[in-house]
């Protein structure tokens, strides 16, 4: 269990920290470039939706990993769907949609 339990931390960290790694790179170089909103709001998107799309292959590829922990220990990983399959996308998707219905002039108006 030992090895599932800490393959799933793995997963769940590459999940969320690689996207955060991409999101700061891309936005250095739009501001090196002097990108438009447009594209900044495209590219948070992107790496906004990057952990659902990691956790659903996450989930595709290791169905026996949550088989065996699911025996093991279903208190833990109940939760850990709770918070990581339901909670923190729908968290994302929220995100995603305030990002692009305020206005394209909204830190102007300050």
């Known amino acids: 269990m ?13 999940a969320f920290g690689f996207p955060i790694v991409v999101y700061l790179t891309g936005m250095a170089w739009n501001r090196v470039v002097g990108a438009p909103k447009k594209v900044n709001r495209t590219w948070a998107s992107f790496c906004l939706l ?16 949550f088989q065996r922990l699911w025996m093991t220990s279903p208190y833990v990983l109940a939760t850990l769907t709770l918070v990581f399959g339901v909670i923190a996308p729908a968290a994302l998707i929220a995100v995603i949609v305030r990002l692009w219905r305020t206005g394209p002039n909204h830190h102007d108006r300050m």
């Open 50 to 65: 990057l952990p659902i799309v990691a956790l659903g292959m996450m989930v595709q590829v290791g169905w026996s990993s």
């Open 2 to 14: 030992e090895r599932d339990l800490s393959d799933l931390t793995f997963g769940l960290a590459l």
